[in-house]
């Protein structure tokens, strides 16, 4: 059906209409996966210098139907802009509690495990009961869970989310600023929230051992960071030269290709066993 003949106008309406049925299927396969059991949460172990693993991001993926798995740079902004962030965000903080919990209880270390939180879920004034309700329910404690936001969201609406931040942060829980460097905020702001963590954006660790100035940005990041008792993980980091250049430089916490990719859950076990400090 496509007659569009050289004109312009009608090459531009024909890819809008074919980004906005990508976005349909993609709700409606979302929707279905809500249902059926077809996401499912991948784990990133986060490192120590000395390679102890300390903690794990869970990173969201998507089963096709046919074409196997899908990722979240494409799914979760259709996801936001058609408010399903909300049912699957709450199904992510749940499906991160069951799994913490199993793995406690058949007897493995436990180790803070990180869930990225989307600016909407933390707009929604029942953000606050929907992770005390996860963890009371499941028996995860507090200090245990760390809620990724990123410099956008702590900067807008600032009032609403600090308060929000600081209860849960009361209860215990931890709170990283994700691609940290990338927006801006400023630290002041930041200091004023309940803020245990900073993580470097992966564009600064991919360029930290060029020459020009990313050496020195994340130099400042580090020692910002740490005069405000913060630490700060390296995300990102693929090769060994990177890593040296950010254990020089101090960073606390390392999490990249180099030591791991996302995993499913199944593959977390064995490392929990062997490659964590307790
Ligand atoms: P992010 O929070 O910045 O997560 C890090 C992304 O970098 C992940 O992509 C991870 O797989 C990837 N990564 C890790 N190490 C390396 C590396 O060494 N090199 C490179 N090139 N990439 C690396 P992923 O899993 O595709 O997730 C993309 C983004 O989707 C995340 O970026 C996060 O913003 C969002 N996301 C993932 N899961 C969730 C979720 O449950 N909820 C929400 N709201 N957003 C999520
Ligand atoms: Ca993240
Ligand atoms: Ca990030
Ligand atoms: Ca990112």
Redesign the pocket.
């Known amino acids: 059906s496509k007659k569009s003949g050289g004109n312009r106008f009608t090459f531009v309406s024909d890819e809008i209409s074919s980004a906005a049925a990508e976005a349909n299927d993609l709700e409606l396969m979302m929707r279905t996966a809500l249902k059926e059991g077809g996401f499912e ?2 784990y ?1 172990p986060q490192y120590l210098e000395d390679g102890t693993l300390c903690g794990m ?5 998507l089963h096709h139907p046919r074409s196997g798995m899908i ?3 494409r799914f ?1 902004p259709v ?2 802009d058609s408010g399903l ?1 909300m049912p ?2 709450n199904w ?1 903080l749940e499906e991160v509690a069951r799994q913490f919990m199993a793995w406690s209880q058949a007897g493995l270390p436990q180790v803070r495990i990180a ?4 600016p909407l ?1 933390f707009m929604h004034s029942d953000f606050l009961g929907h992770v005390q309700r996860v963890l009371a329910r499941s028996g995860m404690p507090a200090e245990l869970l760390e809620l ?1 936001v ?1 410099e956008t969201t702590v900067m807008r609406n600032i009032e609403e989310i600090a308060r929000q931040m600081r209860e849960l942060a009361a209860l215990g829980v931890h709170f990283s600023v ?2 940290f460097g990338t927006g801006y905020s400023s630290l002041r702001h930041l200091h004023q929230l309940p803020i245990k963590t900073l ?1 470097v ?2 564009s600064f ?2 360029r930290i051992t060029e020459t020009n100035g990313t050496y020195s940005i994340v130099q400042a990041i580090l020692s910002l960071a740490h005069s405000l008792g913060m630490q700060v993980v390296a ?4 090769r060994k030269d990177q890593f040296e250049v950010l254990k020089a430089l101090q960073c606390d916490v390392f ?4 030591f791991s ?2 995993l499913e859950a199944g593959a977390i076990p064995p490392l929990l066993e062997t490659q964590t400090a307790g």
Not at 235 to 238: F, M, S, T
């Open positions: 949460v991948y990133q991001e869970a990173l969201l993926r990722l979240p740079d979760i996801a936001e962030i699957i965000g992510v869930v990225n939180v989307s879920q990724e990123t994700d691609d993580k954006d992966r660790v991919e995300e990102g980091v693929e999490q990249g290709y180099l990719y996302p």
